[in-house]
């Protein structure tokens, strides 16, 4: 990352001039003048990085939300050039064209962006696994998951929809597992508590309570979400009334 480059070549600078002027002697001095170098050079480098990024992505998802996709992904395409300049950018950049495609239903398209990703971003990681059990890469699928999981333990979705996911391949049993996990990390789920009970009995898992954020991940029938989002918009014509 050239950010780094940078920084460390300024504090290697710093640290000869200090030495070789004040001595060997003071090494601790020059050691602690270029940690002080590479910290600020770090930090400004860092800022600056960070301002251009916004005046892309800022613009960029609000064309996306208005629909304006091609006009938004071109954009986002364009601060991947940021990418060699910071850590983590490129991943988060990736993350967010390969989000759009997916949720377009372009499956094809958002599948390399997704796979270049960033681990942290759970939605992508889980629209990732979602594309290998499609594929039938059902170990790609819960190596994935693992993933996610580690970066976003804390996920009630990530649990229900991993283990949606396994009882679809018929890893029932494995499914109680990963929603027992969940269970331990949030013990007030209500959702995680009574899929895992459906799951046990036998019976499919009911997503419902997850509400437009399942909905993202294309598992359900066309059919069944013009079903949810009607009785949605039945639900709040009924609350305008009263």
């Known amino acids: 990352m050239y950010n780094l480059l940078i920084s460390a070549g300024a504090a290697v600078a710093v640290f000869l001039i200090v ?20 910290l600020g ?21 609000k064309d996306i939300q208005a629909q304006r996709f091609e006009k938004g992904i ?3 395409k364009s601060a991947l050039r940021f990418g060699k300049w910071q850590i983590y950018v490129e991943s988060q950049i990736n993350s967010a064209i390969g989000m759009v495609y997916f949720v377009r239903r372009d499956f094809s398209t958002a599948f390399p962006y997704l796979e270049k990703g960033f681990f942290k971003n759970w939605v992508t990681m889980g629209m990732l696994a979602v594309t290998y059990m499609k594929r039938n890469k059902q170990d790609k699928m819960k190596e994935t998951f693992d993933k996610a999981l580690m970066g976003s333990p804390k996920e009630s979705l990530l649990y ?6 396994l009882n679809e391949i018929g890893e029932t049993v494995k499914g109680c597992e990963v929603l027992a996990k969940g269970v ?25 309570g997850y509400g437009e954020m399942w909905l993202q991940f294309h598992l359900e029938s066309l059919g069944t979400i013009q079903k949810q989002q009607m009785a949605a918009m039945g639900g709040r014509r009924r609350i305008i009334r009263k």
């Open 19 to 38: 030495s070789l002027s004040a001595g060997f002697q003071y090494w601790w001095a020059a050691g602690l003048a270029a940690l002080v170098i590479f």
């Open 41 to 61: 050079s770090f930090l400004v480098i860092s800022r600056i990085v960070t301002k251009k990024l916004e005046a892309i992505m800022e613009p960029a998802m």
């Open 74 to 76: 071109r954009d986002l």
């Open 160 to 165: 229900a929809l991993y283990a949606y996911c």
């Open 184 to 208: 331990s990390k949030l013990p007030g789920d209500e959702n995680l508590k009574h899929n895992l009970e459906l799951l046990r009995e036998g019976k499919k898992m009911k997503m419902k």
